[in-house]
């Protein structure tokens, strides 16, 4: 099964960017990951999905323009550049694997991210 | 707009059941892949279970066995009914929809705000 490694924190001073990582396990460089964000105290919320090739699909609802995606090898990266206040959050990689009695969906352990 | 809301999280004590309801607006349950996903005090996110939309079912190994997850079609609404609980199992449960197209599911695109649940004596 996909195990998805995050770095626990990452920080950036107010309208400078940052490259935050999800590394994917030997054996699944063609996987997908998903991005979330948690502000303190909310819920997730769906950024976007990406696989090696860049974005897949549509951004999640409200996801400014200064959020994007990119992928390498076993690396799935989301970079926010001018980061703003309402940036500092948690963010996660998930990703789906199996279907059916097979499926499973795992998340990264998240990073932390702090505007300075 | 998509909207789940989440309800029935509470205090019960270590072996008791409890049973977690999602009303669910601005899409049909019945046509989607539903989860609920767990997230422990200070931990990270935890995938516990899925239906979809032909009503097959799967979960986690943590809770297989314990936990079924189920729909009322005409009411719009996903549960979760939860046996056996475990101090472990405490944690916010959320409801989100993952969205497919045809090349496949496309991510958790809608997720409530959350319901708490205790376990403890």
């Known amino acids: 099964q996909p195990v998805l490694t995050q770095p626990p924190s990452a920080s950036a001073s107010l309208g400078a960017s940052v490259t935050l990582t999800c590394t994917l396990n030997?054996?699944?460089?063609?996987?997908?990951v998903d991005w979330y964000q948690q502000r303190p105290g909310k819920g997730p919320r769906f950024m976007m999905r990406?696989?090696?090739?860049?974005?897949?699909?549509s951004k999640g609802d409200g996801i400014p323009d200064r959020f994007s995606v990119s992928g390498s090898g076993l690396n799935r990266f989301l970079t926010i550049k001018d980061i703003q206040e309402e940036d500092e959050s948690d963010y996660y990689c998930?990703?789906?694997?199996?279907?059916?009695?097979?499926?499973?969906?795992?998340f990264g352990s998240g990073t932390k991210v702090t505007v300075l | 707009e998509a909207q789940l809301v989440e309800s029935g999280g509470g205090l019960v004590r270590p072996g008791g059941s409890l049973k977690l309801s999602c009303a669910v607006s601005?899409?049909?349950?019945?046509?989607?892949?539903m989860n609920w996903v767990r997230q422990a005090p200070g931990k990270e996110l935890e995938w516990v279970s899925i239906?979809?939309?032909?009503?097959?079912?799967n979960y986690a190994d943590s809770v297989k066995g314990r936990f079924t997850i189920s729909r009322h079609n005409s009411k719009n609404t996903l549960f979760l009914q939860m046996s056996s609980l475990r101090p472990e199992d405490t944690a916010v449960y959320y409801c989100?929809?993952?969205?497919?197209?045809?090349?496949?599911?496309?991510?958790?695109?809608?997720w409530g705000q959350g319901t708490t649940v205790i376990v403890s004596s």
């Open positions: 990406v696989g090696i090739g860049g974005i897949v699909g």
């Open positions: 601005g899409f049909t349950v019945t046509n989607n892949y």
């Open positions: 030997s054996g699944f460089n063609d996987y997908k």
């Open positions: 998930g990703a789906d694997h199996g279907y059916g009695t097979t499926f499973m969906y795992v």
């Open positions: 239906i979809y939309s032909g009503a097959r079912t």
């Open positions: 989100t929809r993952t969205s497919y197209d045809s090349g496949g599911l496309t991510g958790m695109d809608v």
